[in-house]
């Protein structure tokens, strides 16, 4: 406040609490009643109308007479409405709207004097009064209308370098509002960066898409199709420089820094240093249109850029690649439509979440403009991977047998890398694991022949996976160390990423449920500042096996109560977990969801596996006898596999045959199958797992069998406590005073 002795802060709370109250409807008369809530809330002590006065009297002596008069009831702050911040501020940015109206330059200034009263946030005493939070509310939605309409003012003026840069910082701010895109992408375009401003526009709709699940709004869409079309619209309405204005010294400066940053880019190329490459595009990319080259130029440029991203392993490569690609096709060139829309493929895991039509769409031009085998073949591939979220396997599988054989006539080497390392996911299921594991083998032949590091890690890592699935655990292990070396000698982000949960997995399988924790906290990091759409997807997988392991399930229980469950994999978790902590008709609820129509709902894929394991249990224990049967009989084909993710491992399939022939009443097959889950995580060096197959074996016979239960009981109790499996501990200590009467023990007490 500006009292007597200039600007002061009114040290106490419950002071600052009553001047806001009075400065928030000033020239308004505030009753005692009033005032008391806001200092208070519902507690309102009996002395509050005397602590009022006294908080009164105190701001009297700091403002002077009557800046605070009695009236009626109550208390009124005396002064005109621009004598308080927030009227002030509003008056400023109603000069600063009007001066931006006419094209009066002194916009800029108004509008910075108006975002200049702010220093943090409004009345922030108030913050939990409900009464404030409407005016709270409007105040910081007005600041940022300011802020857009400030860069609004820069673009109206000409000043579009500067709209540049502080559009980019408003954004950062600000990511999901539309408005602030729509004027980055309009600056980008005036300072001659056409390529640029599409790229914008493409990350504005991948961060739309990701977060709320929505595309662009129409207006942000026609600013793509008017810089696409060079619309004169968007050309700046004000006075142009004469062209004799800039000196031909200036007029070179941009094509040598272009040229400049082009040769550094190469340079680091060459040297493997992939980073630096993308740097040295990106600031190509901001020379390219400014020093007079053709769109065609700006377009090869923005694929260059794309196709480094791409290599570095950059998220931003999806983004990027998609300009690229609309932008040469609007421009009819086949050659840079083809190798934009070969970096535009999804990488790590990104065959999860929705199919995009629209990336979709361009794909399928881009096969129409090629015209070599190998492109078409990895046109294709790529495209089956963009479709790997679609419930279409079968279109999938024929798009990648195309992809495959037009690999095989092309005859060159990379292409049918590229073919088979993305063959993977496209044919992920349990029943093509025999083929895959011949895929991922000659891919491995392939990649020494290349002796490309980074295609030598995804087969590696390809290859680890379809071994696990197939129990060769030495094999396995042996590739995923190769590809964790790999991964750090090169330093890529998402390599680190992936080799760190999956050691995580590793390690929980082993029964190192601290060491796994550490390595999913790294992989979370990680995953965090890389970018990894599937980070957190991940990383909570791995914090529920670890917490059911640990006997701790209900500390997240909350999150499947509050998330949305949208996806099959979720509900299956969610499923689960209601199961095992006494919850039966939530999990009734959930299984009996997920099973409608045949499980319709759950596509056949890498992930099929483990939903149906999830259920399993969950059926198992909630007793759904009818979506137990058709389970045990869409599982028992696969009972040699292992359920693996690239995150996740729910032991031998055979453990879940078990647990449901168990629930059935086929003792015989339970018998047999908990026999060779039993033998499998032995064999595979899987405490955890053999300690959960002999507790649900011990559950199936402990009545009939006590003393041979008891016995599976004491060896799962063993390996569980020693591995901190504290749930199975529990769960078998539960089962043994079922059994003891039976032998003529005492129940343990």
Known sequence: MRGLRGWTTPTARLRRRVLAALALTAGEV?????????????EVPSSARKVVQNHVRALRRGLGDGVIETRLGGYTLAVAREEVDAGRFEARVHSGRAALRVGDPTAIDALDDALGLWNGEPYPDLVDWPPAQGEIARLSELRRTVVEDRLDALLGLG???????ESELCVAEEPLRERRWALL????YRSGRQAEALRAFQRARDLLIAQLGVEPSTGLRGLEAAILAQDSALDWQGELRPPDRTAPAEAAAPRAALAEALAAADAAMRAGATTDAVACYRRALTHVGP???????????????????????????RSTGIAAARLADHLGDRELLVRAALTASRQIGGARGRVDPERVAMLRRALAAAASPSDRACLLAVLATELSASPDHGGRRRLSDEALALARVSGDTTTLHRVLAARVGHIDGPDTLVERLSNTGEDLTLVDELDDPRW?????????????????AAECETADRAAAKIAEELGYPAMRWQSSFVEARRLLWHGDIPSAKR?????LEIGREAGEVLTEPIAVAQLYLIRWDEGRLAEILGFFASAPLEGPLERAFAAHAYANLGQPREAQR???????????????DGFWLTVMSLVADAAARATVTDVAEEVYDLLLPWRDQIVVTPGTCLGSVAHHVGTLAAALGRPNDADDAFAQAAATHEGLNAPIWTARTRLEWARAIVADDPRRGLDLLAKAEQLARAAGAHGIVAEASSLVPSAEPAMGLEPRR
């Not at 000043?159 to 840069?165: G, W």
């Not at 992408?185 to 980008?188: H, K, R, S, V, W």
């Not at 299984?591 to 596509?603: E, M, S």
Request: proline residues 1%; contains cysteine.
């Open 30 to 42: 505030v009753d005692s009643e009033r005032l008391a809530d806001a200092v208070w809330g519902e």
């Open 159 to 165: 000043e579009h370098l500067s709209a540049v840069a």
């Open 590 to 604: 959930l299984v009996t969801g997920l099973a409608a129509r045949g499980f319709a709902d759950v596509h056949y």
């Open 519 to 523: 390595h999913s906290r790294r992989a």
């Open 291 to 317: 020093g007079g080259g053709s769109l065609n130029r700006e377009c090869e440029v923005l694929v260059r850029l794309a196709e480094t991203e791409y290599l570095a392993g950059d998220p931003a490569h």
């Open 185 to 188: 992408i309009t600056a980008l």
């Open 456 to 472: 030598r890690w995804g087969a590696l890592s390809n290859r680890a996976m379809a071994c696990f699935e197939a129990g060769h």
